[in-house]
């Protein structure tokens, strides 16, 4: 009987070399299975324990871990395939043989591979858990959806009963790890403004969780059924998970790999059996010529249109000499005129271009912007004013990605250029949206305090935008007086050197954070509100600073708080007024990113509403400790 393959995954891995990553996960979870550590300097090791047989082998640049074990009469093998490059990747399948019934699902090691590096399936990056989407990152995750790339479906979980929704999410991220992704929309308004986006058909409300297949355009998609959705009712059924599980893992697996991966996978297997030499993989993972997109290839000559330099004016033409009489010698060959210059069209791809489009759409943008914001004193609520200027976030977005060109295929480093200037331009984006943030929040308290349209005020001044998270420290010491930031410069700087792009990103939320909990604080102390920072956050109302609620979490998990080895990372300095013994541990964050590789956080403590009416910033940096990332 042929075996049953129940889960395949095919990752693509930017690190080098993967095999010390995949070799230390693969190894850990065999262990928890009863052999013994490998020896990871044998370029082959082989173990029999209790039925199970682990065989681990390398050659060169490829390997191979493959766990066998009993089951029912059966075998269950577990098999993962792994070629370096550029980036490289690793296959990932387990089979079954015999009649035994099992549900697919994720190996045990696959969660903690995914947080070695930023794995992605050759088009989106793979996580190793749910994440949390907050309304301020639909348009992002709009990109991941439609990311024509993306080969492993998107399930979405709308918000239902809190904890019951979230479990679900947690199991489904657990099971389909690899071939799927997991996200969870934080709150009701999200939902709303993500169901507005897609379009009836394609929404996902109430509880409900829908799996979006790839490829995937609302705006295209004439088959709403490719997407299932489950309903609240079908949710609580025994074996629900599991069905929808079996169905993204199915499609995972159904998925055509890579061109580069579908013809390399040959080789590595010759090379690992020992049919052909290590020399053979040198080329395995170069890609065919890339078909050409007429769409894109008729952009780009519409872009190079616009470098059309203008002919020099022709210099006046001379008579022609008089024809020579029969007989006649050769004349001499008299200098004549240059030949009439032409248009030239520059061909070749000029770096201003891009920028060039990019300012005229701005510019055509602006006073949609401009108009949008001075309509705010008559609009019925400041709260659609904010809505209005967001949708045309979203439009400038897109228009970004039309606009600026891809790098040609298969050109590594002209794609490494192009990836930084995305988050360049990413960072740049964060900025000029929190700007404009501002100048609503501003209406919006001006609207509050005046109870009426108000015309003709100055708008506030340009808000503090934080280059580093390091800078944000500085300026929130000297500016917010109803914080105490502590000693956490060390590892604030660490993560601006680690990634100096996206740390200004971290920043600028990082910043919006300090803020929100200061005037939170304020409000708090003084006793114009009584409930917690996340009510501060959730409500929203009246011009406050807040950050979306899903950026949150107040508590930790029994497992970090019940530990030592994970609460003392998570213990910091507070006066004694605060705690007798000058510290205490400080469960609550702000997760300044949910999930990937790094995650910073933000750990506070609230005494607002204590003795010193203050809020204490104990840490900022990479994610801390837990049971997950040990």
């Not at 049953?4 to 080098?16: E, H, N």
């Not at 580069?260 to 080329?283: D, K």
């Not at 020579?324 to 032409?342: F, I, Q, Y």
Request: hydrophobic share 40%; glycine share 8%; with cysteine.
């Amino acid at each position: 009987m042929a075996p049953t393959q129940l889960y395949q995954a095919v990752l693509r891995d930017p690190g080098r070399p993967i095999w010390v990553r995949l070799h230390r996960v693969f190894s850990t979870w065999a262990q928890t299975k009863g052999f013994p550590p490998p020896d990871a300097g044998r370029p082959r090791v082989e173990h029999e324990h209790a039925g199970a047989r682990l065989v681990m082998e390398r050659r060169a640049e490829c390997g191979r871990y493959v766990l066998e074990e009993p089951l029912d009469g059966g075998r269950l093998r577990t098999r993962a395939v792994f070629l370096d490059g550029a980036p490289g990747w690793v296959q990932i399948t387990v089979e079954q043989e015999g009649n035994a019934r099992r549900n697919a699902r994720a190996p045990g090691f696959v969660p903690a591979y995914l947080r070695t590096a930023r794995i992605t399936d050759g088009g989106i990056h793979l996580v190793d858990r749910a994440e949390v989407l907050a309304e301020d990152e639909v348009h992002r995750f709009l990109r991941v959806l439609t990311e024509p790339r993306r080969q492993v479906p998107v399930v979405v979980v709308s918000p239902g009963h809190r904890d019951e929704n979230t479990a679900r999410a947690d199991r489904l991220a657990e099971a389909t790890a690899g071939a799927g992704v997991v996200v969870r929309l934080a709150d009701r308004r999200t939902e709303n403004l993500f169901n507005r986006l897609m379009g009836d058909e394609l929404s996902v409300y109430g509880g409900a969780i829908r799996t979006y297949a790839a490829p995937f355009d609302p705006a295209t998609e004439r088959s709403p059924y490719r997407h299932p959705p489950m309903r609240p009712a079908k949710l609580r059924e025994e074996g629900a998970l599991e069905t929808i599980a079996d169905g993204v893992i199915g499609r995972a697996s159904a998925a055509e790999p890579h061109p580069e991966v579908r013809q390399s996978l040959p080789v590595v297997l010759r090379v690992l059996a020992g049919r052909a030499e290590v020399v053979a993989l040198e080329g395995a993972m170069t890609p065919p010529p890339a078909p050409v997109d007429p769409a894109r290839e008729e952009l780009r000559r519409k872009m190079m249109a616009l470098t059309v330099r203008p002919a020099p004016p022709s210099p006046p033409r001379s008579p022609a000499p008089p024809a020579a009489p029969p007989g006649a010698a050769e004349p001499e060959p008299v200098p004549g005129p240059a030949p009439e210059p032409v248009a030239v069209v520059d061909e070749s791809p000029d770096p201003d271009v891009a920028h060039q489009v990019a300012e005229m759409v701005v510019k055509a943008m602006r006073q949609e912007l401009d108009t949008a914001l001075g309509l705010a004193a008559g609009a019925d609520t400041s709260r659609d004013v904010l809505r209005e200027v967001r949708t045309l976030g979203l439009h400038l977005a897109g228009l970004r990605e039309l606009i600026v060109p891809a790098a040609p295929a298969g050109s590594e480093d002209d794609l490494r250029v192009a990836h930084e200037l995305l988050r360049e331009e990413y960072a740049e984006t964060v900025t000029a949206a929190r700007v404009l943030e501002e100048r609503v929040r501003w209406l919006e308290r001006t609207l509050a305090e005046s109870g009426h349209p108000v015309y003709g005020i100055a708008t506030p001044g340009e808000p503090f935008t934080p280059a580093s998270l390091a800078e944000t420290l500085v300026e929130a010491r000297s500016r917010l007086a109803h914080l105490v930031v502590g000693q956490t410069d060390n590892a604030a700087v660490r993560l601006d050197h680690a990634d100096p792009m996206l740390s200004r990103t971290w920043a600028a939320k990082a910043w919006d954070a300090l803020l929100a909990l200061d005037d939170f604080a304020r409000a708090r102390s003084s006793g114009e509100f009584a409930g917690g920072f996340y009510d501060w956050c959730a409500d929203g109302s009246g011009g406050r600073r807040v950050i979306p609620p899903g950026m949150l979490a107040m508590r930790e998990s029994a497992s970090v708080t019940n530990s030592a080895k994970f609460s003392q990372p998570r213990t910091f300095p507070v006066p004694a007024e605060v705690h007798p013994s000058g510290k205490i541990v400080m469960e609550a964050h702000v997760k300044l990113r949910a999930v990937g590789y790094p995650a910073p956080r933000m750990y506070f403590h609230d005494d607002s509403g204590g003795v010193t009416g203050k809020i204490y910033v104990g840490y900022l940096g990479d994610h801390l400790p837990n049971t997950r990332t040990n």
